[in-house]
């Protein structure tokens, strides 16, 4: 007879993923999983399969709660002053303390290595791909830029989002809002 779940998969999850979140994939073990989830390892194994299908339904929970920052970029009608945004609020998304802990995607493929699971690496570049693709979209609002212009304004932008997401685990606020200033002067 199977055993009850005496847990919330969704809560537990989301315990993960900040613990993930907070320290990186690779410093994170299971002990630590175990102690933060607040079940034990066969639970853990019952349920996610291992530290990898732990960590993909944490990317999935963390892909939920950003998607609130997206869906309000994809509605808007505001163009580059949208994304503009959306690199604010995703700095307030971020924040712990006064630091922020940066981006879980980012985090994780700035510490992986070459031989990585394949589809963790599969995961963050899909994501990070559906993030530059919205901003391609919003770019589209922009009515003087050319296709070979907004593909490659996405890059740009994709990969300064990047930069802002490790930045905002270092730097203070002043700092950051010149980064973002910056980035937006460019465009």
């Given amino acids: 007879m199977p055993r009850t779940k005496n847990y919330n998969e969704t809560e537990v999850i989301e315990k ?21 989830m607040g079940i034990n390892k066969f639970s853990i194994y019952a349920s996610f399969g291992n530290k990898n ?19 309000k970029l994809e509605q808007s009608t505001k163009g580059v002053k949208a994304i503009k945004t959306y690199f604010y609020d995703f700095i307030e998304f971020s ?8 981006c879980l995607i980012t985090n994780t ?21 559906v993030v530059r693709n919205v901003f391609v979209n919003t770019l589209k609002q922009e009515k003087h830029l050319n296709q070979t212009l907004l593909e490659e304004q996405a890059d740009y932008l994709i990969v300064a989002m990047f930069g802002l997401s490790s930045a905002s ?4 606020s002043t700092q950051l809002e010149n980064y973002i200033e910056n980035i937006f002067n460019n465009i």
């Fill in 16 to 36: 993960a993923m900040n613990l993930f979140w907070r320290n990186g994939y690779e410093t994170t073990s299971m002990q630590m999983l175990e102690k933060e």
């Fill in 53 to 71: 299908g732990v960590f993909l339904e944490s990317i999935k929970c963390y892909k939920q709660k950003l998607n609130k920052l997206i869906a």
């Fill in 95 to 102: 924040k712990e303390t006064e630091y922020g802990k940066g």
């Fill in 109 to 129: 493929a700035n510490e992986l290595s070459p031989d990585a699971d394949e589809k963790i690496k599969e995961v963050l570049s899909s994501f990070t791909n």
């Fill in 169 to 172: 685990r270092v730097f203070n």
